[in-house]
C-alpha cells in the first residue's frame, strides 16, 4: 500500500523544502508543477490558462465581454474551471495509485481522502506554517533575480496575496478552511526549525 | 540548557497520554496535576478552589451576595485569581528550571516563552487534537465508574464543556486563541494515530 504524504504550506513557511527533502530522504517522489503538466495532458487548455486557475487567479480568467451576457461567459468559464478540478484530481490520483510520493499543494490532501479511507493508500496530510516575519526573512533570502529591488513590505504583501490566492481555491474546491488544522495530521511550525536538520527525524514518522 | 515540552490538548484527544508516554521515553520529568499541588504551597487558597479557577469554572467561583456591593466582590474575586495566576507562572517556571520536563496545560507554552527567547529554555509548544467522533470513542472506551451510565451523546456534551473551559481559560490568561496553530511548534491530530506506536519516532523530533 502506497504511502503518500501531502503538503499544504504558507507561501514562504519551507513548505517546498521540506517536500523536496522528505521525498529525497524516504526515496519518494516528489510532486509539484508536474501536476500541471498532467493536467495540460489531460484537458484541451493551454499551460497558461490552468496555471492561473490551480494558483487561484478567478479574477485573470474571467474576461470582458463585449456584446454578450456575462451570465454566460460565467458559465463557459466555470464550466472550464469544473474540467480542470477534474482532471487534477484525475492526475493526482494517478500519481498515488503509481508510487510513493510527496505531492505539494493542489487540494491533494482533499482528493486523496476517499483513497486512503478505503484502504487503497496510506494518507499522511502535512501543513507546513510560519509566522509572517520568518516568512518574510526566508523570502527576501531567497529573492529571484526579478525581485532583487522589492522591500520586506512589498515581500509582506506578495505572501499575503499568494496566501489568499492559495485559500480561496483551496476554499473553492473543497469547501473547508485552507490551513484549519482539523484537515491535516501534522501541523508544523517552521519559524524556530532548520527544515534541514530536522527532515531525518520528520521522515521517521512516516 | 533544558528542553521543555509543553502540551497543550482538546479533552479526549490522548495529550496526556501522549505526555507521559514521551516523559518516559526522553526520560523527562512530567507535571500535570502537580502544578495545582505547586500552586496551594504559593497561595493561600484551598486546593478546590484553586481547581475550580485553573479550570476555568469561573461562574462557579463567583459565589452570591447578600447585603454587600456585587463590584466590591468581583473586584476581590479577581484579584484572587490573579494570585493564582502569579503562582502558576512561578511554579511552572521553577520546574522548567529545575529539569527537563513535559508540561501538560496550565498555560505553559506561553508562560515559559520568555524564558525560551531569553535562551535559558529550549522549549517546544506542541498542541494536540482529535476529532469529535475519535474523542467521543476514546472516553467512551476509558470511561471511570463515575462515567459508566453516560451514553455517546452525553459523553460529547462533556467534551464540549470542558474545552469551552479550557479555552476560556487559555484566553483569559494569554489574550490568544486556544488552539490556533500558529501559537505552537507542532499540532498532532491523533484521529488516526496508535499513539503508544508513535512515541519512541515523535521523541526523536526533540
Known amino acids: 500500500m502506497n504511502r503518500i504524504i501531502t503538503i499544504g504550506r504558507e507561501f514562504g ?3 517546498r523544502e521540506m517536500g523536496v527533502r ?3 530522504e524516504l526515496g519518494f517522489d516528489y510532486y509539484d508543477k508536474e501536476i500541471i ?9 493551454t499551460e497558461g490558462y490552468i496555471r492561473e486557475v490551480v494558483e487561484g487567479n478567478v479574477r485573470k480568467i474571467l474576461p470582458m465581454t463585449i ?3 456575462l451570465d454566460v461567459d460565467v458559465d463557459y468559464h466555470i464550466r472550464q474551471m469544473q474540467d480542470i478540478a477534474k482532471a487534477q484530481t484525475e492526475v493526482i ?3 498515488a495509485e503509481k508510487s510513493e510520493c510527496v505531492i505539494v499543494g493542489r487540494c491533494a490532501d482533499f482528493i486523496l481522502e476517499e483513497e486512503n479511507e478505503k ?8 501543513f507546513i506554517h510560519a509566522s509572517m516575519e520568518s516568512r518574510v526573512r526566508r523570502c527576501m533570502e531567497r529573492r529571484t533575480e526579478a525581485e532583487a529591488g522589492m522591500t520586506e513590505k512589498d515581500m509582506e504583501k506578495q505572501i499575503r496575496r499568494i496566501d489568499k490566492e492559495r485559500a480561496n481555491y483551496y476554499t473553492n474546491y473543497t ?4 490551513g484549519a488544522k ?6 508544523f511550525n517552521t519559524s524556530n526549525m532548520v527544515i534541514k536538520d530536522m527532515i531525518p527525524y520528520i521522515a521517521r514518522l512516516f
Open 22 to 24: 522528505l521525498a529525497n
Open 175 to 178: 469547501l473547508r478552511k485552507w
Open 93 to 95: 490520483k494517478e500519481m
Open 37 to 45: 503538466t498532467g493536467i495540460v495532458n489531460h484537458t484541451e487548455y
Open 119 to 126: 484502504g487503497n493508500i496510506q494518507l499522511f496530510k502535512l
Open 182 to 187: 482539523e484537515n491535516y495530521d501534522i501541523c
Open 67 to 69: 456584446g454578450r451576457s
Open 13 to 15: 513557511s519551507g513548505g
